[in-house]
């Protein structure tokens, strides 16, 4: 199966919003509540910041939301600040023989 | 505080076999409705799920490397492992270790990583 597709880049000044999406097929995100949004900063280990497609774990700014139409998932970060600048991964369960199904990666930029 | 941390050598010589070990600590490994997973990086690109493994053994790998990967747990040591035979340089990664959530294949734990380059 392919990675699921996410735009390279997004960027936004400090306080607006930005909006990243994840484009994957009907055997994956269309099928499966199980999409998650992990946030990675250079050097660092992935952090997740979105579970079962809206859900936030302890300590994640409620910034970050996530929502699902059909093949194509969705995080929004709100109230845009510096520390949010960082690459964005989506990942998708896509079924019992492929758990984790990732997306290509967006490089958020805080301008 | 969970902790995972990665160890293994970090050059392995193309066509050998990769192995790395992931030490849980803060936690118990056999706790239940949750996995343990490998997941690699090659620098400056994207993520890749490898496999994930339950403490009572069972395993799911990727569709992909399944042929190369051997994962195992080892519960006395409350560690689990990767192996990845016949290596490339394209198999030249940070290979990170992590935790699932209960009954969700999300990562809420991550290991800080480890790199391994494939040469001679």
């Known amino acids: 199966q392919s990675a699921l597709t996410q735009p390279p880049s997004a960027s936004g000044s400090p306080g607006q919003s930005v909006t990243i999406s994840c484009t994957g097929t009907?055997?994956?995100?269309?099928?499966?509540?199980?999409v998650s949004w992990y946030q990675q900063h250079p050097g660092k280990a992935p952090k997740l910041m979105i579970y079962?497609?809206?859900k936030r774990p302890s300590g994640v700014p409620d910034r970050f939301s996530g929502s699902k139409s059909g093949n194509t998932a969705s995080l929004t970060v709100s109230g845009l600040q510096a520390e949010d600048e960082a690459d964005y991964y989506c990942?998708?369960?896509?079924?019992?023989?492929?758990?984790?199904?990732f997306g290509t990666g967006t490089k958020v930029t805080v301008l | 505080q969970l902790q995972l941390q990665e160890s293994g050598p970090g050059l392995v010589k193309p066509s050998e076999t990769l192995s790395l070990t992931c030490t849980v600590s803060?936690?118990?490994?056999?706790?239940?409705?949750?996995?343990w997973g490998w997941i690699r990086q090659p620098p400056g690109k994207g993520l890749e799920w490898i496999g994930n493994?339950?403490?009572?053994?069972?395993?799911y790998y990727n569709p992909s490397l399944q042929s190369r990967v051997t994962m195992s747990v080892d519960t006395s040591k409350n560690q689990f492992s990767l192996k990845l035979s016949s290596v490339t340089a394209a198999d030249t990664a940070v290979y990170f270790c992590?935790?699932?959530?209960?009954?969700?294949?999300?990562?809420?734990?991550w290991g800080q990583g480890t790199l391994v380059t494939v040469s001679s």
């Open positions: 803060g936690g118990s490994i056999t706790g239940s409705s949750y996995y």
């Open positions: 079962e497609v809206s």
């Open positions: 493994i339950y403490y009572s053994g069972s395993t």
């Open positions: 990942s998708s369960y896509a079924g019992s023989n492929n758990l984790g199904l």
């Open positions: 992590a935790k699932t959530l209960v009954s969700s294949p999300s990562f809420d734990y």
């Open positions: 009907s055997s994956d995100v269309g099928s499966y509540n199980f």
